[in-house]
């Protein structure tokens, strides 16, 4: 590493049972932990434009290696400088594999002990991903933090489909941490996997420390699996994850299941929803969440939460959202979204504080009776 | 008008041949002219916050009465504290009749002396639009700026249905401006018809002098005519306008239409170009039109314009905005509207200082020497 780059590291400033509060350093800038990380798929956090997703809080954003290497495609975005000068944001950013979306979006996927093949969701044109291939996409895009390619199987597969997707799993890990290397302030992070069997997780866990990662991921959750069995997989799982590295729960999720997953040791959280439901007329407050489309809020001329600090909620109405969801107009997405990543952001600072001043199961507790709780997947 | 209201009149700074620069002064602030005003058709310069919009340099937006009155209704509008608190925009709004929607959006319509019945073209509802509801309309908005209401004869009619929609015109304009009555610190403007025929934009003018307005509209231009067409009718319309009133040149246009008419004497303009265009990929430059669509954007690593001072061309280069034009990202909307929205005040601006510095003509002959001409309608 060389002297001017800061080194990737985790820096616990304090716990709370098995929650904890820091900074992660990265050669791109700090993240304060529990971080929840803003979606920005194709290069651009959805409706948003970056200084302003800066401005609700956001130290970290996610971008897709699947979707980036079908447009503009990973060689193209380094010849234009990377991801970062790209897009526009300097800070620091997490790019998946691709593992995910080739699993959900893409078409005649065929997986081998190589990689895997599929055909492009956009123009069918044939794409290949192996752990090599999925390392190199993300350096070409210069990401902080590259996840190792895995397989991601559906929930709900048997103990004996979910183990032989786990070994696979492990051997594309330390493919893909021989292909990352050493890269000065950036960091690779394995993923857990193993679905929701103990054996199996702690097995995953065990064989990604045994080849070593700068953080750990736990996957195959937020998949359809009620929250008690993520909340239990989370039990079961996180013990078995070093103290000092950053854990990163993918996909997750609603408020309700991120103040859960920090209550379980988890460092870093990931979804589209605050940007989804933007688009979408929801928005989230501390009582729950909003439907703008309602008509009961055609004459409300209140913000959607007169504490928050967003400019959908100190220059807008509830009717005046309810009218541009109504219209169509591009500026509902863009309030809600802001509105949506602000209260996000919020919650992290609020869970922060709370594990830092030791509180975090007072706080936990009322959080839910407040906001309410996930009943299903 | 009450002691604490500006009244509503422009200042004139300088003149250049017949080009004029000055501020109109209103109850809201003062709009500095030549004016564009970019158009705020449902309550919202589409893609933009409101301080953004006033960030490009624009003093006034427009809204669409037609739009407002079906969606979401003037009375309710009116209960909510006014357009400009609904909407976010605290400066002068300047509101059209509803007329010339009526007749290009609105289903089985029917003119007789009262008005005008036609269904709603999002529901079906039946409406009816009169001068005196017309007036109401706005007068319920809170327009600073209201237009009479009108009847928009499509280009290319004969002499003989052009005078006859005159007549009637003229008539709507009398009882608008009686349902107008006094307003402090706003405006009520008529609108001069006659299409391309000398003799009746010049009686068309009279009858309105006659009336006595705060300002003088020139309507049903830039309805698919050829430019020269419309530079001449100008040439012979507006001679006919008071030297002391505000000039308003409505629904135009180009950079280049936009250039011809503040030679000719127009104070104020408004298009849904620059918005429509940048939600179409197109940007707007000094030297003429890009299209971000096009592949050889793919890898310029330069912004649309070097020039430029918005946010699109100091954050971004065209590469980036080709990419999110191609994968649809609400982003690219944003950043193409705001580009070209603050070419247009730009533009303006240039204009104005033009005319003080007395050197219109050769402003106009370079500038169409670098942007190019519009040929056809």
């Given at each position: 590493m060389s002297d001017q780059t800061p080194a990737f590291a985790l820096e616990l400033h304090a716990t709370d049972g098995a929650a904890r509060t820091g900074i992660?350093?990265?050669?791109?800038g700090d993240i304060r932990t529990p971080a929840f990380?803003?979606?920005?798929?194709?290069?651009?956090?959805?409706?948003?434009?970056?200084?302003?997703?800066?401005?609700?809080?956001?130290?970290?954003?996610?971008?897709?290696t699947y979707h980036l290497m079908l447009r503009p495609g990973a060689e193209r975005v380094a010849r234009l400088g990377g991801l970062h000068k790209f897009c526009g944001w300097e800070r620091p950013i997490l790019t998946d594999s691709g593992g995910f979306q080739v699993m959900s979006l893409s078409k005649l996927r065929k997986i081998t002990e190589e990689g895997v093949a599929?055909?492009?969701?956009i123009d069918g044109a044939k794409e290949f991903l192996s752990p090599e291939r999925a390392m190199e996409i993300q350096r070409l895009l210069g990401s902080d933090i590259q996840m190792v390619l895995d397989e991601c199987p559906a929930f709900g597969g048997s103990e004996e489909v979910i183990e032989k997707s786990l070994a696979l799993s492990m051997r594309w890990a330390k493919r893909s941490r021989i292909a990352f290397g050493e890269q000065p302030g950036k960091g690779n992070f394995g993923i857990v996997q193993g679905g929701t069997f103990e054996h199996l997780r702690k097995r995953s866990a065990e064989a990604l420390k045994e080849i070593g990662f700068h953080g750990y991921a736990v996957g195959g959750l937020?998949?359809?699996e009620p929250q008690a069995m993520m909340f239990e997989t989370l039990d079961f799982t996180v013990p078995h994850l070093p103290t000092d590295r950053p854990r990163y729960?993918?996909?997750?999720g609603k408020p309700d299941d991120i103040v859960g997953g920090v209550v379980r040791g988890i460092d870093m959280f990931d979804c589209v929803l605050p940007t989804r439901s933007g688009r979408n007329a929801q928005a989230f407050t501390w009582d729950g969440t909003l439907n703008l489309r309602n008509a009961c809020h055609a004459e409300d001329t209140g913000p959607i939460d007169t504490e928050c600090r967003c400019p959908a909620c100190r220059q807008f109405s509830r009717a005046y959202l309810h009218h541009a969801v109504k219209t169509n107009e591009i500026i509902a997405s863009m309030l809600l979204t802001w509105h949506n990543l602000t209260f996000y952001q919020d919650l992290m600072a609020a869970l922060r504080t709370a594990?830092?001043?030791?509180?975090?199961?007072?706080?936990?507790?009322?959080?839910i009776a407040r906001y309410g709780e996930r009943k299903s997947g």
């Amino acid at each position: 590493m060389s002297d001017q780059t800061p080194a990737f590291a985790l820096e616990l400033h304090a716990t709370d049972g098995a929650a904890r509060t820091g900074i992660l350093h990265t050669g791109r800038g700090d993240i304060r932990t529990p971080a929840f990380m803003p979606v920005g798929t194709v290069g651009s956090v959805k409706a948003m434009l970056p200084q302003s997703v800066r401005e609700t809080g956001a130290d970290i954003i996610l971008g897709n290696t699947y979707h980036l290497m079908l447009r503009p495609g990973a060689e193209r975005v380094a010849r234009l400088g990377g991801l970062h000068k790209f897009c526009g944001w300097e800070r620091p950013i997490l790019t998946d594999s691709g593992g995910f979306q080739v699993m959900s979006l893409s078409k005649l996927r065929k997986i081998t002990e190589e990689g895997v093949a599929f055909q492009s969701h956009i123009d069918g044109a044939k794409e290949f991903l192996s752990p090599e291939r999925a390392m190199e996409i993300q350096r070409l895009l210069g990401s902080d933090i590259q996840m190792v390619l895995d397989e991601c199987p559906a929930f709900g597969g048997s103990e004996e489909v979910i183990e032989k997707s786990l070994a696979l799993s492990m051997r594309w890990a330390k493919r893909s941490r021989i292909a990352f290397g050493e890269q000065p302030g950036k960091g690779n992070f394995g993923i857990v996997q193993g679905g929701t069997f103990e054996h199996l997780r702690k097995r995953s866990a065990e064989a990604l420390k045994e080849i070593g990662f700068h953080g750990y991921a736990v996957g195959g959750l937020a998949v359809g699996e009620p929250q008690a069995m993520m909340f239990e997989t989370l039990d079961f799982t996180v013990p078995h994850l070093p103290t000092d590295r950053p854990r990163y729960l993918m996909g997750v999720g609603k408020p309700d299941d991120i103040v859960g997953g920090v209550v379980r040791g988890i460092d870093m959280f990931d979804c589209v929803l605050p940007t989804r439901s933007g688009r979408n007329a929801q928005a989230f407050t501390w009582d729950g969440t909003l439907n703008l489309r309602n008509a009961c809020h055609a004459e409300d001329t209140g913000p959607i939460d007169t504490e928050c600090r967003c400019p959908a909620c100190r220059q807008f109405s509830r009717a005046y959202l309810h009218h541009a969801v109504k219209t169509n107009e591009i500026i509902a997405s863009m309030l809600l979204t802001w509105h949506n990543l602000t209260f996000y952001q919020d919650l992290m600072a609020a869970l922060r504080t709370a594990v830092a001043e030791k509180r975090i199961a007072d706080f936990a507790r009322t959080f839910i009776a407040r906001y309410g709780e996930r009943k299903s997947g």
